[in-house]
């Protein structure tokens, strides 16, 4: 069975540091992973997505993620943090049989100036 | 295009009411889906949908009724609320379901249902 499991519940950076969210997941085949963002009181908008064509996956506020196949992982970067980067972030698996998506508890990311 | 919408935005009940989210999406997908999302477990899956006249159940469906008569619309039914149904609802619809889709799912903005 597919799942995802996000490492840390809290990460707290100073801004203009990196940042690094982290999220294992278990796939018996070659996973569909995403990552979302939640703002707070906001609804979820797709920050990147692995469709296999490149394991390094750019997204949309200088975000990147990894896919690394050995080592079961899609981290989720950053290389220098924004004030505006504070938010909950979710890694998400396609599972099950028919491929809905599958949820991490999340990693609400703080960043102070 | 307005994507995925969702009314009301905010609801609160009390214990044993019944009411009805709404979720419509027009960019003709044919996967609809809801969700719930409560502090430290992340979204669980309630229902979802494969097409007009298609339901199946999620993780968590006690409680929740779906139907799907078009393809744009997807409401939620709760019979009779309970406190443990205090939560924020989400909507969601992509192109199709399939295991290996890489296919984006697009969120409504949500409902905060409190129960009393």
């Known amino acids: 069975a597919q799942s995802v499991t996000q490492l840390d519940s809290h990460v707290s950076v100073s801004e203009g540091t990196p940042v690094l969210l982290r999220c294992n997941y278990s796939?018996?085949?070659?996973?569909?992973l995403f990552w979302y963002v939640q703002h707070p009181n906001k609804g979820l908008q797709l920050l990147l997505k692995?469709?296999?064509?490149?394991?390094l996956v750019k997204g949309i506020n200088g975000f990147e993620a990894e896919f690394k196949k050995s080592e079961t992982s899609f981290h989720l970067t950053k290389p220098s943090a924004h004030m505006s980067d504070a938010a909950e972030y979710f890694c998400?698996?396609?599972?099950?049989?028919?491929?809905?998506?599958?949820f991490g508890k999340g990693t609400k990311l703080s960043v102070k100036p | 295009n307005a994507g995925v919408t969702q009314t009301p935005k905010f609801q609160v009940l009390k214990t044993g009411q019944s009411m009805t989210l709404q979720c419509a999406q027009d960019?003709?997908?044919?996967?609809m889906s809801w969700y719930r999302q409560d502090p430290g477990m992340g979204l669980r899956l309630i229902h979802y949908?494969?097409?007009?006249?298609?339901?199946d159940q999620g993780e968590v469906p006690n409680g929740y009724n779906v139907s799907r008569s078009t393809t744009e619309d997807f409401p939620l039914r709760l019979l009779s609320a309970a406190p443990s149904q205090t939560s924020v609802y989400f909507c969601?619809?992509?192109?199709?379901?399939?295991?290996?889709?890489?296919?984006?799912?697009?969120f409504g903005p949500g409902t905060r249902l409190t129960v009393l």
């Open positions: 969601a619809s992509s192109l199709r379901l399939a295991a290996t889709s890489t296919d984006t799912q697009y």
């Open positions: 796939s018996s085949y070659s996973p569909s």
């Open positions: 692995y469709t296999s064509a490149a394991t």
């Open positions: 998400v698996v396609r599972g099950g049989s028919q491929g809905n998506l599958i």
């Open positions: 960019m003709n997908h044919e996967y």
């Open positions: 949908s494969v097409g007009a006249g298609i339901t």
